[in-house]
């Protein structure tokens, strides 16, 4: 009787103490991986990172990037997200993941990150830049210039 | 200081840009009436090269990087309101056809990279001009990166007050002043030793063609 009495008391403690307990699932599917890293490759390891669906106030995802720069999330079919990251001296960078037909896509909104690189990039800025400036020249030339212009040298 | 959209409210970006519009308006009517076809192409020069120094980015230790300017330089050679327009110009562009920064933060950072960076040069130089012109060139150069570094970490660290969301999570910015104080300033004081020795290195070098300092007067 004192057995059954122990066996009893011992299962409607346990019963209890399953309700604390964290289930877990592992599974593997399909997620959104986004690569946040400086223009010389370093990644922006452990900054904090936060994830919203578009239009939405609420993240569905806080956290911090991983060592190589990765943050990753679960997609909603259909719904495009926003994901920031920010660095404690301003760097950063928002990106847009927009969805297309269930898949996500890519597509950059702005970033410090990637700031730089692409001596393409710094040589087509360079040539606009002088182009502005000689056209502007071209157009004070023409209109003849004021006395009280600045000529340099 | 490319500071990417989604990290300052828009209290923050419409005031930058509402103070910008005026000191805009009132710096390119400087630039039209006192720039002649002589001085152009080397106003332009010079741009191009700010923003060259400007997509160049060098790696610090922890991971970030930072970059120089050309600010200084731009001031002191034709005046703080044409670096102003013309550092505005290079933002403008970085962030429109690059990407680099975001386009909201655009007006902010030509307010404190241009416009204080550009008239902190001017005024540095003057004020050191007595302990001599190396000494003078370089301050101009350090103080035109720090001072608008360490305002640029006050705006930034403002923004978990300025816009929070009802449950008090900052909606833009996260981090606060005891964090972007130093983040952003500390680099910036090594930067503006790189951006002191260059800005020294070209005021000199463009003597040597012929193009002096801006006069005491001040100019465009």
Known sequence: MLRRLLLAAVLLAAAPAAAHEVQHHVERGEAVIVTLE?????PLAYEEVEVRAEGEDQPILLGK??????????????????????????????VRVAASDGEAEMAPVSSSARGTGGVGRILLGVVLILGLFLGLRRIVARDGASPQRISQG | MHVPDGFLGPQTYVSATVVGAGLWSVGIARVRRQLDAVALPRVGVLTAL?????????????????????????????????AFVCISLVLLMQAGLFGVGGITSVPVAALLIGFVGAW??????????????????FGAGWFSVVVPAALMAVVLGLQPAVAAGSDGRPLFFPFGLDVTLTAVIVPHLLVGVGEGLLTVMMIEALRRIGVEPVPAGGRA
């Open chain 1, 38 to 42: 400086y223009a010389d490759g370093v």
């Open chain 1, 65 to 94: 990037t991983d060592v190589e720069g990765r943050i990753a999330f679960v997609p909603d079919s259909g719904t495009s997200y926003v994901v920031r990251a920010f660095a404690q001296d301003g760097h950063g960078a928002q």
């Open chain 2, 50 to 82: 700010a923003f060259v120094l400007m997509m160049i980015s060098i790696p610090i230790p922890g991971g970030s990087t930072v970059h120089f300017g050309g600010v200084a330089l731009l001031a002191l050679t034709f005046g703080g309101w044409t």
């Open chain 2, 120 to 137: 902190t040069a001017v005024a540095v130089h003057r004020l050191l001009r007595g302990l001599g012109d190396r000494v003078a060139l």
